[in-house]
C-alpha cells in the first residue's frame, strides 16, 4: 500500500484521486460514518473513529472491483484468505492518519486550486476543454454531490503535499548502486546441458516395512488427519419462505408499474450544441442558419468550434441538463432549437439523430417478477420470524424442533474438516452453497454448544449444532500405506537422481568432456538461447521453454563461466547437468530510458521507507485500536 501510495503521489489528483474519492472514499463525507456509535467502532485513530458501515462499503467496492478484474473467480472466503479486508482497513487508517496530521499541520488548499485541479482531470474533458455534462455524470453515478466530492477532493490534495515533502527531500540513488542492479538484472546467460534420460535413472525397489515406518514416523505430520466436526443444522432461506406465499396478478402488476424503468430502454439522441455569450449572438447563428447555413459551418465561423467540439454525443434526456435536454428531446432529426439559457450561456441544440425508447411489455416479466417478488416478500417475512424464532430458541427448543415449527430445512453432516471435506478427502456433499458461513460459525462454537439463530450474508438463517469434535490426529500408517509407499519412492527417486547427476557433474570437473558423458547416456547436449534471470528468451531468439527448476536457475545465475552445475529440471524425474557457457553483459548507458526507470524506482523505494518510517511516527501520535469484533462482524 505504501509503494503505492508514494509511486501516485506526483499524479495524486490527476489520475487516482477522481477514483478512489468518487467510487469509494466519498463515504468519509457523511457525519453518521465518522461519528459512529461506540459498538459500530471497527477501528479508531486519534480522535477519529473508522465506522463499520464506512469499513464494509469500502471493503465491498474493492472486492466488487477484484471480481470484475477476475471475472468473478474472488469469493469472499478466498478475499479473506488473501487478506484483503486486512489491506482495506489498513488504508483506511493510514488515510485518517494524514487527515489529522494535515490539520495539526495547517494545511489548506484554496478553493481556486481545488477548481483548477477539477478542470484538468482527464476524466472531465472533452475536445473544447472541461466538460461540465461529463463532470456532473461522474458525480451522479457515483452518488455523490458536488459539495461532498470537492471536499474530498481538497482532503486528497492535503495529504498528497505532505507525501510530496516527504520525498523532495529524499537524494536520488548512487550511480554505482543503479548500474550494479541494472547490470544485474539485464544479464544473460547461454548454457549447455543434458537431460538425464529415464532408462539411465536409478531404479528404486519396494520398501521394507522398516524403512517406510521410519519415512512415515519422520512425516507424520504431513499425514494427520484434520480435526472433523459432526454438524447438525436447519436452514431458512428467503426462496423457502417466499416460495409459500400466494403471489397475485395484482401484485406484479404493481411491482411492474414500480420498476418501469428497469424493463425500458430510454429513447436517445444524438446531439450537437454551440453556446453563446449572450442571446443576441446566438439569436443571428440561429437566424443564419435558419436562412439555410449549415449548423457546423455557423458555429465554426462565429465560435471557432470544431464539429467533434460541438457533439454531446447519443444520450438519453436524463443525461443532459434540464434546459438542454427539455429542447433536444423536443426536436425533430436535424432541426435545430431557438436559443437556450443556462448557467453557462446561450445555446443552440440541434439533433442529428434519434434512437426511439423501447418498453418490455409485462406478460414478457411476469414469471422474472413473479420470482423476485416472491424473494424480497419471503425475506421480509424471515424478518418478523426472527424474534419469534429466537424466543423459542431461549425457551429450550430443540434445533429438531425449531426446524419442524418454522419449516427449516434440517441437515446432519457426519464429519467435515474446515474446508468442507470428509474423511474420503471428497467434498461433503450436504453443505450449503457458499458453505463458508457455516463452517467458520461450526468450528468456533463448542460441543453441543447452545443453539443461536444467525443471518447469512444472503438472508437466509441458520441454526447450528455441533455434535461431536474430532481433534486432528495421525491417521494409521495401515490406512495410508499406499499413499506412503508412493511418497517414499518418489523421495528415493529424487535423491538417487540428485545424486547421479552430481556424480556426473563431478566427473565432468574431474576432466570428462561433457559430450563424453552425452555419449555414455546417450543423450542429446542441448543449448539455450541467452536467457535471463527468469529463464526467458528474447523475442528473437524464437520459441524456448525454459527447462531448469527455479533452484538450478539460481545455480546458473550465481556461476561463472564455464562453472558445471547439476540439478533439477521442471518436470518429474528430470535432472541435469549443465554447463555456463557464455555470459552476456548488458550495455549501460546513463541516460537510456531503462536506466532512468530503474533510478527512478529506486528512488521511489528510499521514498517509500520515509514514508512508513513517518506512518509509524503518526501511529505515535494518533494511537491506532483495531476492533476485531467490530471488523469480522462487518464481513
Excluded at 307 to 325: F, N, W
Excluded at 361 to 366: G, M, S
Excluded at 540 to 554: D, R, V
Aim: proline share 6%; no cysteine; hydrophobic share 45%.
Amino acid at each position: 500500500m505504501l509503494e503505492q501510495m508514494r509511486s501516485a503521489a506526483g499524479t495524486w489528483v490527476a489520475r487516482v484521486l477522481m477514483l478512489l474519492l468518487i467510487l469509494s472514499f466519498g463515504v468519509w463525507g457523511i457525519g453518521d460514518y465518522i461519528r459512529p456509535k461506540p459498538d459500530t467502532v471497527a477501528a479508531s485513530v486519534g480522535k477519529v473513529e473508522i465506522s463499520d458501515m464506512a469499513f464494509r462499503d469500502q471493503y465491498r467496492f474493492q472486492l466488487n472491483a477484484m471480481q470484475r478484474q477476475m471475472g468473478g473467480a474472488l469469493s469472499p472466503e478466498l478475499a479473506k484468505q488473501f487478506g484483503v479486508p486486512d489491506r482495506v482497513l489498513n488504508e483506511m487508517i493510514d488515510q485518517a492518519l494524514f487527515d489529522q496530521e494535515a490539520k495539526r499541520l495547517g494545511l489548506n488548499v484554496s478553493d481556486t486550486a481545488v477548481a483548477s485541479q477539477i478542470r484538468d482531470m482527464p476524466a472531465f474533458r472533452g475536445a473544447g476543454g472541461f466538460n461540465r455534462l461529463s463532470y456532473e455524470a461522474a458525480l451522479r453515478n457515483a452518488g455523490l454531490t458536488e459539495a461532498m466530492f470537492v471536499s474530498q477532493l481538497r482532503s486528497g490534495m492535503l495529504r498528497s503535499q505532505i507525501v510530496d515533502a516527504l520525498g523532495a527531500g529524499v537524494a536520488l540513488p548512487p550511480d554505482i548502486a543503479v548500474e550494479t542492479l541494472y547490470k544485474l538484472r539485464q544479464q544473460r546467460r547461454v548454457v549447455a546441458y543434458l537431460t538425464i534420460p529415464a532408462a539411465n535413472l536409478a531404479r528404486i525397489p519396494e520398501p521394507t516395512e522398516g524403512e517406510l515406518a521410519d519415512y512415515y514416523k519422520a512425516n507424520q505430520l504431513r499425514y494427520a488427519a484434520p480435526e472433523y466436526r459432526a454438524i447438525t443444522y436447519a436452514l431458512l432461506t428467503p426462496a423457502a419462505v417466499g416460495a409459500t406465499l400466494k403471489i397475485d396478478d395484482q401484485q406484479i402488476a404493481e411491482e411492474y408499474a414500480a420498476r418501469k424503468a428497469q424493463f425500458s430502454v430510454p429513447e436517445k439522441r444524438t446531439v450537437e450544441q454551440a453556446v453563446y455569450p449572450d442571446e443576441a449572438a446566438a439569436k443571428a447563428a440561429r437566424d443564419r442558419i435558419a436562412k439555410g447555413e449549415d449548423f457546423a459551418a455557423v458555429a465554426k465561423d462565429t465560435l471557432n468550434r470544431s464539429p467533434d467540439e460541438l457533439s454531446l454525443g447519443t444520450v438519453s434526456q436524463s443525461e443532459l441538463p434540464a434546459e438542454i435536454g427539455t429542447a433536444a428531446f423536443g426536436l425533430a432529426k436535424d432541426a435545430v432549437s431557438d436559443p437556450v439559457q443556462t448557467p453557462f450561456g446561450w445555446h443552440l441544440v440541434r439533433v442529428t439523430a434519434i434512437q426511439p425508447g423501447s418498453e418490455t411489455p409485462l406478460d414478457q416479466v411476469k414469471d422474472q417478477l413473479k420470482t423476485e417478488l416472491a424473494l424480497r416478500l419471503g425475506a421480509e417475512q424471515m424478518t418478523k420470524l426472527l424474534p419469534q424464532i429466537d424466543d423459542r430458541l431461549a425457551g429450550g427448543a430443540t434445533i429438531e424442533d425449531t426446524a419442524k415449527a418454522f419449516n427449516f430445512t434440517l441437515h446432519k453432516i457426519a464429519a467435515t474438516d474446515r474446508r468442507g471435506f470428509g474423511p474420503d478427502e471428497k467434498p461433503v456433499a450436504d453443505l450449503p452453497q457458499p458453505p463458508r458461513e457455516l463452517l467458520d460459525q461450526a468450528f468456533e462454537l463448542p460441543e453441543q454448544n447452545d443453539l443461536q439463530v444467525s443471518e447469512l450474508r444472503d438472508g437466509s438463517l441458520l441454526i447450528a449444532r455441533v455434535e461431536k469434535i474430532t481433534p486432528e490426529a495421525p491417521r494409521p500408517l495401515d490406512q495410508i500405506k499406499e499413499r506412503v509407499t508412493a511418497d517414499w519412492k518418489r523421495a528415493e527417486a529424487d535423491k538417487a537422481g540428485d545424486a547421479q547427476a552430481k556424480a556426473l557433474a563431478d566427473k565432468i570437473k574431474g576432466g570428462t568432456d561433457l559430450a563424453a558423458i552425452a555419449g555414455e547416456l546417450k543423450a542429446e547436449i542441448q543449448r539455450t538461447p541467452a536467457i535471463d534471470a527468469q529463464g526467458q528468451a528474447a523475442a528473437e531468439a524464437g520459441a524456448f521453454a525454459n527447462p531448469f527448476a527455479p533452484a538450478l536457475l539460481a545455480q546458473v545465475f550465481r556461476a561463472k563461466k564455464d562453472e558445471v552445475l547439476s540439478g533439477r529440471g521442471l518436470g518429474p524425474d528430470q535432472f541435469i547437468v549443465a554447463r555456463v557457457t557464455e555470459i552476456v553483459e548488458p550495455a549501460y548507458k546513463a541516460d537510456d530510458a531503462q536506466v532512468a526507470a530503474l533510478r527512478q524506482e529506486l528512488g521511489n523505494a528510499q521514498s517509500n521507507d520515509v514514508v512508513a518510517g513517518y506512518l509509524e511516527a503518526l501511529k505515535a501520535r494518533y494511537p491506532v485500536n483495531v476492533h476485531q469484533a467490530v471488523v469480522d462482524r462487518s464481513l
